[in-house]
């Protein structure tokens, strides 16, 4: 008989040499381990509700993300049911309508700007596997708190410090660079809960060195022209503030 996680269902089970051979489930890091006796079962065939064969809790909330900024892109580039002039990040118009400091983040410049900041959803997706998350919500958690710190963070670079008020920005990157900060910290010193909410992130070597290179690659990227180097690194340090807590 095969090791199976009770939790998720999954037959991916490693011995961490960490913690001492201790049983780890390898797909959502749980350490509540068990037999797999359905090889011993007549109806083992059966799908089960939330189990290996179908789509995993955690990714619930990455799907939700996904599925909003999309359904904003058919609403506003489709439909015509949302004007991004109303909703994007204008320094001027910030503080006389702030509700500017969340849609900004929610609407883009056309069908390839989205793809490539869900792009940036799928490895983020992936490096918080690598780190073995174990929460069902911290992805969800990050964006609604780097949306407006990002976008606070750049609107006082550009409305006060650099006195540039008709600077202007949209898209979901900021954000995904925010992420992209975390993670690297994360992959690097680990971080066991983040503002009380357990979520385990456990550093390793192949994590960590994949997470410097994206890093790198996108800081390049930032100043190949045609995107907001502010809003990205805004996004950046906002990401590197919330590790932080």
């Known amino acids: 008989m095969k090791h199976q996680c009770k939790d998720c269902g999954s037959n991916q089970i490693y011995a961490d040499r960490q913690l001492g051979g201790r049983l780890v ?3 959502c890091g749980s350490f509540v381990i068990g037999w797999d006796n359905r090889s011993l079962r007549r ?5 089960k509700p939330f ?15 996904a599925g909003a900024l999309i359904a904003i892109w058919i609403a506003s580039d489709l439909l015509g049911l949302i004007s991004k002039d109303h909703w994007m990040d204008w320094s001027r118009m910030m503080l006389y309508q702030p509700h500017r400091f969340f849609t900004s ?52 670079w550009e409305a006060i410090i650099v006195s540039n008020l008709n600077a202007a920005s949209l898209g979901f990157s900021g954000v995904v660079y925010g992420i992209d900060a975390f993670l690297l910290l994360a992959a690097i010193r680990g971080k066991d809960k983040f503002l009380k909410l357990p979520i385990n992130l456990t550093p390793n070597y192949q994590t960590r060195q994949t997470m410097i290179v994206l890093t790198v690659v996108g800081q390049v990227w930032n100043f190949s022209g045609g995107v907001s180097i502010v809003g990205h690194q805004s996004g950046f340090i906002a990401g590197l503030l919330l590790f932080l807590l």
């Open 105 to 156: 983040a929610l609407v883009h410049l056309d069908a390839k700007h989205l793809l490539m900041n869900l792009g940036g959803i799928v490895v983020a997706r992936a490096i918080f596997i690598q780190l073995r998350m174990r929460s069902n919500y911290l992805f969800i958690l990050l964006t609604l708190l780097l949306i407006p710190l990002s976008n606070g963070l750049q609107w006082v």
């Open 43 to 47: 109806n083992s065939n059966i799908i």
């Open 25 to 27: 489930c390898n797909k």
């Open 51 to 65: 189990k290996s064969n179908n789509i995993d809790p955690v990714d619930y909330q990455y799907l939700a993300v």
